[in-house]
């Protein structure tokens, strides 16, 4: 029933910036967490950033002062603003919502992000 759709992501030159978009449909009983993980070639995923059902947010230490994350709660969307992309920043990146009546993972399909000159 649900579905994250992401969108937003493509090719960057170091420097530019993305603003990645992610809309849930289907319904989500209690939205806990909603987030973004990326996963660079050969690497772990990891939590880029997240924002929580209190509104806090946090950030990987290696994208804090560049990526903002927010959301529109009247479209279940979450967004992800990327600002002086670094190379580092190739991935794919993927969206994360936990339904915590649930407790379930949703996950989008993932886009790509390339950071190159």
């Known amino acids: 029933q649900v579905q994250l759709v992401e969108s937003g992501g493509g090719l960057v030159q170091p420097g530019g910036s993305l603003r990645l978009s992610c809309a849930a449909s289907?319904?989500?009983?209690?939205?806990?967490?909603m987030g973004w993980y990326r996963q660079a070639l050969g690497k772990q995923r990891e939590l880029v950033a997240a924002?929580?059902?209190?509104?806090?947010?946090n950030y990987a230490d290696s994208v804090k002062g560049r990526f903002t994350i927010s959301r529109d709660n009247a479209k279940n969307t979450v967004y992800l603003q990327m600002n002086s992309l670094r190379p580092e920043d190739t991935a794919v990146y993927f969206c994360?919502?936990?339904?915590?009546?649930?407790?379930?993972?949703?996950w989008g399909q993932g886009t790509q992000v390339t950071v190159s000159s």
């Open positions: 994360n919502v936990v339904d915590g009546i649930r407790v379930t993972n949703f």
């Open positions: 289907g319904v989500i009983f209690r939205v806990d967490f």
């Open positions: 924002i929580r059902s209190g509104g806090n947010t």
